[in-house]
């Protein structure tokens, strides 16, 4: 088999990204890359500052049994839980067709999916909505309101989603975050970061009050037109969630591999 070039894409933007992200973060974050694994393990109560993901292309059933094993082990040693990323494409026929009954021996259980997606940009027109304004994130109080709309959409508490963000000087400088603000009230919010010359979009979340009204798109459509005049990148990468993956298409993306999220058994 061959793995397309677009899957080895997204799973390296995850290891870039997340290297700058859980180091802003953390310092002394957990930022490894082990054969065939990639640890970026900030040990935050945010649980996706808590990623480990495997890395080998063309993966057979056995080694990716091993890794899985490895993978666990390295997150029971953590105080905080998190999830391994798993990405579908590079694991060979034999080592897809046995991963569930392979993350259950490595005692993982599956959490939920994802899928990773790309554009090339086309010269993109400054994005409008009738009910919003947008504000980039400069200040301490953006950036928890930031937060806040990260912990309503996931269903977290508030003070988890403040625990990825609060205090950070790359969010409010290096990372191009907006949020779309309706009246006086933060409703919905996107990001992007460049990382191996591509933006890579993070973190896009609408309040549940005011979702399924295009906020999500708007905002999204922002943050990458702002990333791509800042930096002069053409192409974009993200990782979708099922909830949002039907907005990714309508701007440009598309679907190039499945991604299976897993966490710790109870």
């Known amino acids: 088999m061959t793995v397309p070039a677009e899957s080895i894409e997204s799973v390296r933007q995850l290891t870039a990204v997340w290297r700058a992200l859980v180091l802003d973060r953390d310092a002394d974050a957990d930022v490894r890359d082990l ?32 890794r899985l094993r490895q993978a666990a082990d390295i997150m029971r040693a953590k105080r905080h839980p998190g999830f391994l990323w798993l990405f579908e494409d590079l694991l060979d026929d034999e080592a897809r067709s046995g991963l569930e009954s392979a993350a ?38 953006q950036l928890l309101a930031y937060a806040d709309l990260q912990s309503r959409a996931y269903g977290l508490p508030l003070e988890e989603g403040r625990d990825g963000l609060a205090g950070s000087a790359l969010w409010r400088n290096g990372v191009h975050a907006y949020l779309a603000v309706r009246g006086d009230e933060a409703v919905a919010c996107a990001a992007t970061v460049a990382a191996r010359g591509r933006l890579h979009v993070v973190f896009v979340a609408t309040d549940p009050r005011w979702q399924r009204r295009g906020y999500g798109e708007a905002v999204t459509r922002k943050a990458l037109y702002e990333g791509a005049r800042a930096t002069g990148l053409t192409r974009a990468t993200l990782h979708a969630t099922a909830a949002g993956a039907p907005v990714y298409p309508r701007i440009g993306f598309e679907a190039n591999t499945r991604i299976h999220f897993y966490g710790l058994k109870g």
Request: some cysteine; proline content about 9%.
């Open 35 to 66: 054969p065939g694994i990639a640890v970026r393990w900030a040990d935050s109560r945010f649980g996706f500052w808590n990623c480990v993901t495997l890395t080998e292309a063309e993966a057979g059933a056995e080694r990716v049994g091993r």
């Open 104 to 141: 259950e021996r490595a005692g993982l259980r599956y959490a939920f999916p994802g899928t990773g997606m790309a554009a090339g940009l086309p010269p993109l027109a400054e994005p409008v909505h009738p009910d919003l304004t947008f504000a980039r994130v400069r200040t301490d109080e």
